[in-house]
């Protein structure tokens, strides 16, 4: 069990940046939490994050806990289409794993940086497919460490968003599958990654799409038509590739992402009247 205090969230997160937390948890299973939350029950702010994409820690850092699930990788999956992962198994890794059992369905997640818990959370998605109608039961926890299991019809999936409360945290999930061709999993997995290579800049720092797509249109094509592609300010950038992505070298704040996102909201609604709503989640004080 890692507890430390002053812990610096740029070592957790894809971005590479943010400040402090006061406190950072990071059990090794997710026994080790439920016996640290009768032993030392969490009071104050609780903040979880899984492998830290999706969201952006400001540089004055995070108030009260932050609750890593990046260890949790229990995963089983059984050849009949059954999955149980925990909170902390990549999608990419679950996508994988059900590719070696021949099943399909969830292809699409092999192109995702995050985790099994931030993916139920906001209901992952790419590629026409998203992981709520695959899931059959959510096993979450209060800071308390009191379980809760939710069917997968009991939750609202909806477009990157779920409707399990904000004070529950994901600790598990099950998915049905179904059987596949292993060739054309294969296969189907291979172009998402290719075209992933060549329209994403996966080489530099990124915490993946930063807007979500409006109804009827793409976030990506609404800013480069609005002229964006490749502003600054400070070190922070959209990305010359990809129009939703925000990216940069080693050399921005956080501050600089978060001036960057909302210029760009700002510039895209006075030319086109639309609103673009964050998928990347803003946490913490400002320096």
Avoid at 211 to 232: C, H, Q, S, T, V
């Amino acid at each position: 069990m890692i507890a430390r205090p002053n812990e610096p969230m740029a070592l957790h997160t894809t971005w590479h940046l943010g400040g402090a937390a006061d406190w950072f948890l990071q059990p090794e299973t997710v026994g080790q939490w439920f016996d640290w939350c009768r032993d030392h029950p969490v009071e104050g702010p609780l903040l979880v994050i899984g492998r830290g994409s999706n969201i952006l820690v400001r540089d004055g850092g995070v108030a009260g806990t932050v609750l890593s699930t990046k260890q949790w990788k229990g995963l089983t999956v059984q050849a009949d289409g059954r999955v149980r992962a925990e909170a902390g198994v990549a999608v990419a890794s679950l996508s994988r794993a059900a590719l070696d059992k021949g099943l399909t369905g969830i292809e699409f997640l092999v192109g995702i940086p995050g985790s099994v818990g931030g993916a139920i959370r906001m209901n992952a998605g790419a590629h026409g497919g998203e992981i709520g109608p695959l899931v059959t039961e959510v096993v979450t926890c209060d800071r308390h460490g009191k379980r809760k299991v939710w069917r997968g019809d009991e939750i609202q999936w909806r477009y990157r968003h779920s409707s399990i409360p904000e004070d529950q945290i994901v600790v598990e999930v099950a998915l049905e599958l179904r059987p596949g061709e292993g060739g054309a999993i294969r296969s189907k997995m291979a172009a998402i990654i290719e075209r992933r290579n060549a329209t994403q800049p996966l080489h530099r720092l990124n915490a993946g799409s930063v807007f979500r797509n409006p109804d009827g249109d793409y976030a990506a094509r609404l800013i480069e038509a609005a002229g964006l592609k490749g502003a600054k300010v400070g070190g922070a950038q959209v990305d010359p590739m990809h129009a939703n992505f925000i990216t940069h070298e080693g050399d921005a704040s956080a501050a600089d992402v978060e001036r960057l996102i909302a210029m760009v909201q700002e510039q895209v609604h006075a030319r086109f009247g639309v609103t673009l709503v964050r998928e990347v989640q803003i946490v913490g004080r400002p320096a």
